[in-house]
């Protein structure tokens, strides 16, 4: 079974604009992971918060976490035609197995 | 070169047929994984390594069977390919999580079952 849920499932915007996705996970997780999926290819790994942070930024990228609510989003600022892909929340207990737990993804098209 | 291989990248096979989905890495890593990509449904796991002697199942390992040959191949077999066994196939592998959390894709075999 899928570890989260994303939200919302597809999402369209204007060049310029912002976009926001959330995720919720179900359990207790050492780590919650962002990642960008192109055309359905390779992942590519944006960023990672640990469940001891409340947020992240990476360039264009913000990341938050609330425990309590078991969800977390994923702000992009001033999106770019480029930015257009699939991004998918991943969640880690940690320990000896360290596997990822996906969500479903949300459809991210940012129009020129 | 990339740090994950897999190889093939793309494959159609017959119903019926056996199959091998390969991986190499360079990371250095000891654990390594099989996920499974269908449209609107993320990514599942399909196998996980520690290390050569130590492979556990994921969520979805049934109609599947793993080698981890040495500390940089992992290999997914499908003894008899179904139809509903199309999808994108990753391997990934991973530090121990305790540090950077370096968990690094490659990138997919698209396999089709006709």
């Known amino acids: 079974s899928q570890q989260g849920e994303e939200d919302p499932q597809a999402l369209s915007i204007q060049e310029g604009e912002n976009a926001t996705m959330n995720c919720s996970y179900k359990t207790s997780i050492n780590n919650l992971q962002w990642y960008r999926q192109n055309s359905g290819r390779g992942l590519v790994h944006l960023i990672l918060i640990r469940s001891n942070e409340r947020e992240k930024h990476s360039g264009r990228l913000r990341v938050t976490l609330d425990t309590s609510k078991k969800s977390s989003s994923l702000l992009i600022t001033a999106s770019r035609a480029a930015d257009t892909a699939s991004y998918f929340c991943?969640?880690?207990?940690?320990?000896?197995?360290?596997?990822?737990?996906f969500g479903t993804g949300t459809l991210l098209a940012v129009q020129p | 070169d990339a740090d994950v291989t897999q190889t093939p990248r793309n494959r159609i096979t017959k119903t019926g047929k056996r199959i091998m989905l390969e991986c190499s890495q360079t990371?250095?890593?000891?654990?390594m994984y099989w996920y499974r990509q269908d449209p609107g449904l993320g990514l599942r796991l399909i196998y996980y390594?520690?290390?050569?002697?130590?492979?556990n199942k994921g969520e979805i390992s049934d109609g599947y069977s793993v080698s981890r040959q040495a500390q940089a191949k992992f290999s997914l077999s499908l003894e008899s390919a179904i139809p509903n066994q199309t999808a994108l196939y990753f391997c990934a592998t991973s530090d121990d999580g305790t540090g950077i959390n370096d968990y690094t894709f490659g990138s997919g075999t698209r396999l089709t079952v006709v």
């Open positions: 991943a969640t880690s207990r940690g320990g000896a197995t360290n596997k990822l737990i």
């Open positions: 390594s520690f290390d050569v002697k130590d492979i």
């Open positions: 990371k250095g890593h000891d654990r």
